[in-house]
């Protein structure tokens, strides 16, 4: 499998693509407000949330034109808080203590109008209701939970300990292969199926009315590995299946670090369900925001083929490395700086 890595602008880059050419999307595009990637006219450095949102929709429809009709988009947003003091050096808010830790960055401040402070500004499904408008089906809403987060020193809420993946599409049917991501049935279930239905009753609490024997739910001679319709039958209960159910929308993913990058990179176990799903063995991936390389890196595991798409030249070289490393002697990896074939026309 080939992993194609383009570097320059993702607005640029898009235009250059042909219609309909790739098969599924998964990306992460930079956080509102919270890291400078060191490369002028970045995303995420809008002077307001409205204009963030904004960069993303004229984004996401050059992607909706490179994605095939029956393509896959995979979303995935972290949030933000008004007046997040991370982002608050050269503001003036800060406090002399917070403008000590080393761990503060210099950033737009995160303070806009119509929020207040402390306010979550809740940028994911800000992005995903503008998607929504502009013509994509926002078809779910995944939970990334996390059970390594970030340690946070907050007093007055929660540690957060999820992000959100969202998946949309163009069309009202697509292609989404659930078998290749169906997970095993709990033993409590199984157990469940298998009890003798035929000597339980069901409820007798509405006075006069008489339910009689319950009904199990039964999947019989369907695709090894996925689970058809609820079909009502009564008596004892058999498999004629493999023992699976569709997968579930909260996806338990520990966060995993690579020890080249300063910036938060993709799980690759997050990454491998929206790919199995999302596009066929043979297929396109696109990531137009390629970072590390963590899509590219898993497409190829999964022989797929891979497009990414990163602004910073440091990070497509780092990218580059990672997996010719991690994929082996055979891996196919091939950079084109776009910036570099602008210039030289």
């Known amino acids: 499998m080939t992993v194609t890595i383009r570097v320059g602008d993702c607005r640029e880059v898009l235009r250059t693509l042909p219609d309909e050419s790739v098969h599924c999307v998964v990306?992460?595009?930079?956080?509102?407000?919270?890291?400078?990637?060191?490369?002028?006219?970045?995303?995420?450095?809008e002077p307001t949330p409205d204009e963030f949102v904004a960069e993303m929709v004229a984004v996401f429809r050059e992607v909706w034109r490179v994605l095939r009709d029956?393509?896959?988009l995979w979303l995935n947003l972290g949030d933000s808080y008004n007046g997040y003091m991370a982002n608050q050096r050269g503001t003036g808010?800060?406090?002399?203590?917070?403008?000590?830790?080393?761990?503060?960055?210099?950033?737009?401040?995160?303070?806009?109008?119509?929020?207040?402070?402390?306010?979550?500004?809740?940028?994911?499904?800000r992005v995903a209701f503008a998607l929504q408008a502009d013509g994509w089906f926002l078809r779910q809403d995944i939970i990334w939970s996390k059970p390594n987060p970030m340690p946070e020193s907050v007093t007055d809420r929660c540690t957060k300990a999820h992000e959100y993946?969202?998946?949309?599409?163009?069309?009202?049917?697509?292609y989404f292969d659930q078998d290749a991501i169906a997970e095993p049935v709990a033993a409590s279930s199984i157990a469940r199926f298998a009890q003798d239905i035929e000597s339980q009753h069901g409820s007798d609490r509405v006075p006069g009315k008489t339910n009689g024997p319950m009904k199990a739910v039964a999947r019989k001679n369907v695709k090894p590995g996925v689970m058809m319709a609820a079909e009502p039958v009564t008596g004892e209960c058999t498999f004629g299946f493999d023992k699976t159910r569709n997968k579930r929308s909260v996806w338990e993913?520990?966060?995993?670090?690579?020890?080249?990058?300063?910036?938060?990179t993709f799980p690759p176990a997050l990454i491998e369900p929206c790919i199995k799903a999302g596009c066929p063995i043979g297929g396109t991936v696109l990531d137009p925001f390629g970072g590390a390389g963590t899509t590219g890196l898993?497409?190829?595991?999964?022989?797929?083929?891979?497009?990414?798409?990163?602004?910073?030249?440091?990070?497509?070289?780092?990218?580059?490395?990672?997996?010719?490393?991690?994929?082996?002697?055979?891996?196919?990896?091939?950079?084109?700086?776009?910036?570099?074939?602008?210039?030289?026309?």
């Open 253 to 264: 993913v520990t966060t995993q670090g690579f020890k080249e990058a300063h910036f938060a």
């Open 93 to 125: 808010l800060e406090s002399k203590r917070q403008q000590s830790r080393k761990y503060i960055e210099p950033g737009a401040g995160l303070r806009f109008a119509g929020l207040k402070q402390k306010d979550l500004i809740g940028i994911p499904w």
């Open 165 to 174: 993946l969202f998946l949309l599409t163009k069309s009202e049917r697509y």
């Open 298 to 345: 898993v497409a190829d595991r999964l022989k797929r083929d891979a497009l990414l798409i990163e602004l910073n030249p440091e990070y497509a070289a780092m990218a580059e490395r990672r997996i010719r490393n991690e994929a082996g002697m055979f891996a196919d990896v091939r950079v084109a700086d776009e910036r570099t074939e602008t210039a030289a026309e």
């Open 27 to 45: 990306t992460s595009p930079p956080y509102f407000g919270l890291r400078d990637y060191g490369v002028a006219g970045q995303i995420g450095l």
């Open 70 to 72: 029956d393509g896959t």
